[in-house]
T-cell receptor
Framework: SAVISQKPSRDICQRGTSLTIQCQVD?????MFWYRQQPGQSLTLIATANQGSEATYESGFVIDKFPISRPNLTFSTLTVSNMSPEDSSIYLC????????????FGQGTRLTVV | QQQVKQSPQSLIVQKGGISIINCAYE??????FPWYQQFPGKGPALLIAIRPDVSEKKEGRFTISFNKSAKQFSLHIMDSQPGDSATYFC?????????????FGTGTQLKVEL
């Protein structure tokens, strides 16, 4: 299995500011994913981040709002830009170990509250 | 458009009973169907998964039943325990295409009472 660590685990931010969430995997992985989960709701994929290429965003999510970096095979960041209260959510990082074409592991999530 | 529909939204089961959660999908290209378990404050953890070439998979107290023609699959938790109280998500993805993106169901909050 892969161990995924996210930082921060939670934060309270002022509207109009930006927050960068870090995701560290304990092994090299090809694909990393960022999800959003509203409290009590399902997970919605924001984007897929491959090392060495630009992230691929899902419908409804844009790079200007959620810029993603993937500088190497064990690390990625998601920035939530120009935040509004509607961005209050749990943000989850996920990764798939090499050779495991299906199984995905998740970090513990970052609980973001925008006030 | 919700590609994976999950029911019920919440479920209360007595200790020792059977918990059953159902999911249905539309996209016939889906070829991998995992179930995830999520405890409060934690990320989802893979519980069990199935491919459409089998109709049932069992791991301990957890069983997935799969009906390809009906495009439905379900999770059965036998001898449910209070420690099983969590939120369960079904999911689906295309192994060969779609970048292995997981599409999640809406989740089921399970509570197992003593």
């Amino acid at each position: 299995s892969a161990v995924i660590s996210q930082k921060p685990s939670r934060d309270i931010c002022q509207r109009g500011t930006s927050l960068t969430i870090q995701c560290q995997v304990d092994s090299q992985v090809t694909m990393m994913f960022w999800y959003r989960q509203q409290p009590g709701q399902s997970l919605t994929l924001i984007a897929t981040a491959n090392q060495g290429s630009e992230a691929t965003y899902e419908s409804g999510f844009v790079i200007d709002k959620f810029p993603i970096s993937r500088p190497n095979l064990t690390f990625s960041t998601l920035t939530v830009s120009n935040m509004s209260p509607e961005d209050s959510s749990i943000y989850l990082c996920s990764a798939r170990p090499p050779g495991r074409r299906t199984e995905a592991f998740f970090g513990q999530g970052t609980r973001l509250t925008v006030v | 458009q919700q590609q994976v529909k999950q029911s019920p939204q919440s479920l209360i089961v007595q200790k020792g009973g059977i918990s059953i959660i159902n999911c249905a999908y539309e996209n016939t290209a889906f070829d991998y169907f995992p179930w995830y378990q999520q405890f409060p404050g934690k990320g989802p953890a893979l519980l069990i998964a199935i491919r459409p070439d089998v109709s049932e998979k069992k791991e301990g107290r957890f069983t997935i039943s799969f009906n390809k023609s009906a495009k439905q699959f379900s999770l059965h938790i036998m001898d449910s325990q209070p420690g099983d109280s969590a939120t369960y998500f079904c999911a689906a993805s295309e192994i060969t295409g779609g970048g292995n993106k997981l599409t999640f169901g809406t989740g089921t909050q399970l509570k197992v009472e003593l």
